[in-house]
Structure formats: C-alpha cells, structure tokens
C-alpha cells in the first residue's frame, strides 16, 4: 500500500514523500498513525549522531489505530486504539526474563532500520527505506511487531494523540524514578534537564512520594512549570552552584538523582550532589563524549551507585497501561507538554524541540 512520510534521504534532510509499505509478517500488525511525537533522538537520528541507515522514516512515538493483524498476532485486533514503543526481540534471556530494555538486539532494533528478520517494510522506486526503531512513525501508515505495540483504553482519537510521548520520554523518565532508582517515599531526588524526560521524572518522583524534589534547568519558564508538576525546589544552573544549593536544601546530599539533560559532564553533578548510599542514573543520549571521575572519594568512599538505563527500564506492554491509568488519575499531566504540528512543518517541529520552545512537539496527521 502506499503511505504520506517524511523521508530523511541525507543527513539533516526531511522531506514529505509517498512511499510503499509492505503488509505486516506474521507477528506484526498495520498501524494508521494518528500522531507521532518528536523525541531527541529522532534528531541524534536525523543528524546521524547515532549513524542509522540512510534512506531513513525517523519517528519512534506514534500512536494510532490497528487496522491489520498478521496471522500470528493474538494480542491485538482491527480497531484497538495503541501506543506504540520502542522494539526488543522478544527470545533473547534478557527479553524472557523481563527486561526487554536491556535486549540483546536492542542496538540493531533500534538503529539499523530493519526488522528482527533483517528486512525492512517501507520501499520506494525499489529502494529499500530503513525503519527508526521498528517504526518509522513520521509516516502515516507503519508496520511495526505486536511486540511494541501497546493496546491502552483511551476512548478517543484527540486523547490518544496527546499520549505520544508515553511510547518512549514519558517511561523513560518516570520509569528512571520508579524502575531504576525504585525511589522511596519522603526521600529526596533531584532532576537535571527540564526536558520532556525530565519533567515525567519530577511527576514520577511526585507519584513516588519523594517529599523533596529538585528540578535544575538553564530556563527560569521551565522551571516554574517543574514547580506545577511536582519540584519542591527549583534552580537555574546558570545563576547557582548546583552542589552547594542542592546539598543545602537536603541538609546534606540528595538521597538519588536523574540525570537527562544529555550534557556529559552533568554526571559528575549528578553524583557530587548525592547523600552517602545515593543514587545516581543516567538516562539520555550523550554521544561519545567522556568524563573523568574520582573513583574513591566520587564513588566508593560514599557508597554510592551511578547506573545508566535504557527507557526507563520499562517492559511496554506493562509500564504504559501503568502511566495511561496515572494520566487518567491526574497524577501525570503529559498532556501539558505537548504542542501540535502538521506533518508537512516537520521541519519547524524539529527546530522548536531543538531551541526548547516547545517541550514535546507532536505531528499529528
Ligand atoms: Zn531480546
Ligand atoms: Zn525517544
């Protein structure tokens, strides 16, 4: 069949094309995208930061409508409404014990544009086109594995269209907070980045029950909107000594802390502000940047823990039905975050997602 995309055929370069979507295999189902959300890796995609396989749909937050099922699909039916997410193979230890974020295939899944059989779905003019993470959302229709596609019970289109981000940023952070540090009520956790990251770890932290939270940004509107979400504390990194503000307000270190403003060197933050026995992870894309840390007097001498985490240490199929029923509680205003475009102002999106004036842009179709 044919589809409406925006293609990356060079770095840097999108353009909105017809393109050819092959039918689903036999554990995959048809997708009609009714938004995608624009995330900073489709940009670390896009500007081949993280080199993927040109021609190339970037787009890995879709939400949309099950129109087809292959034979082999029974989780799924024409007309469930799905959030879409990120791909694992479903067969190596790691994915049968649970933790399909820490697949073994996750780079080839995510990156290399193809299938888990080595094919790819989207052609043109013959010319095989890669698939961002098994998905390929900026595109109207997609093929994606049952695997990643999330049945969630929203009862309308214009909803569901807000909850793009919960397919990848949203579990990410919040997933940090409840998955990765387990964060304890009454204790304390600082976030850095006020991104759409960053801000579902403060609400994760407010579901916590975190009774002092944190948010350090660049950007005073950011932080006042962290404050409406759930920070106890705000401070602007470009006007205060971060550790010297955060080990006062918590009478000495923070109990864990989130680091996703993607900066390298705000690891080291991140660990320097920790009470003894904290913890610290990492959850954005840095690059190949390195950092030096003091290992006896940074790590081992307080005891304290840096771990990195892919998507929040999130199982999809479990974690986002978890956050629709906070979103539906109250409990995690996703929906104030996001900012809607067409699909032919990709490009605008991109650039305002880059600049911070928008938090989550979503293309809607
Ligand atoms: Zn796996
Ligand atoms: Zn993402």
Request: proline share 4%; glycine share 12%; hydrophobic share 40%.
């Amino acid at each position: 069949m044919k589809t409406i995309a925006a293609v990356t055929h060079e770095k840097g370069q999108l353009s909105i094309e017809e393109v050819e979507l092959a039918p689903p295999k036999v554990s995959e189902v048809l997708v009609r995208n009714i938004a995608c959300g624009v995330c900073h890796t489709d940009a670390a995609g896009l500007h081949q930061f993280i080199p993927v396989a040109l021609p190339i749909i970037l787009g890995h937050e879709g939400v949309g409508i099950v129109e087809a099922v292959g034979a082999g699909v029974e989780s799924l039916k024409p007309g469930d409404r799905v959030i879409l997410s990120y791909p694992s193979c479903g067969t190596c230890s790691y994915c049968i014990a649970g933790h399909p974020y820490a697949c073994d295939h996750l780079n080839e899944l995510f990156f290399s544009g193809t299938f888990k059989d080595g094919t790819k779905r989207f052609s043109q003019n013959g010319q095989e086109i890669s698939s961002f993470f098994g998905q390929g959302s900026f595109s109207q229709y997609v093929v994606v594995d049952a695997r990643n596609a999330v049945k969630v019970a929203i009862d309308s289109d214009d909803e569901l269209a807000k909850l793009c981000s919960l397919g990848c940023g949203v579990q990410t952070g919040v997933g940090a907070v409840l998955n990765g540090l387990k964060a304890q009520a009454g204790s304390s956790l600082v976030v850095f980045g006020c991104g759409g990251v960053g801000m579902s770890a403060v609400m994760g932290a407010a579901i916590a029950g975190c009774s002092t939270i944190i948010a350090v940004d660049v950007n005073d509107e950011r932080l006042m909107l962290a404050r409406e979400f759930g920070a106890t504390h705000t401070l602007n990194g470009k006007s205060v000594d971060v550790v010297k503000e955060i080990k006062k307000i918590t009478n000495g270190g923070v109990n864990y802390s989130v680091e996703s403003s993607g900066l390298s060197h705000l690891t080291l933050t991140a660990i320097e502000c920790l009470a003894r026995l904290g913890k610290a992870c990492v959850v954005s894309v840095t690059g190949p940047e390195t950092v030096a840390l003091p290992i006896e007097m940074g790590l081992m001498n307080p005891s304290v823990t840096l771990m990195g985490l892919t998507e929040g240490g999130s199982n999809p199929q479990v974690m986002i039905p978890q956050l629709v029923e906070f979103y539906k509680a109250g409990k995690l205003p996703v929906d104030r975050l996001v900012k809607f475009y067409d699909l032919k102002d990709i490009e605008t999106a991109f650039a305002d997602s880059h600049s911070g004036v928008t938090i989550k842009p979503i293309i809607k179709f």
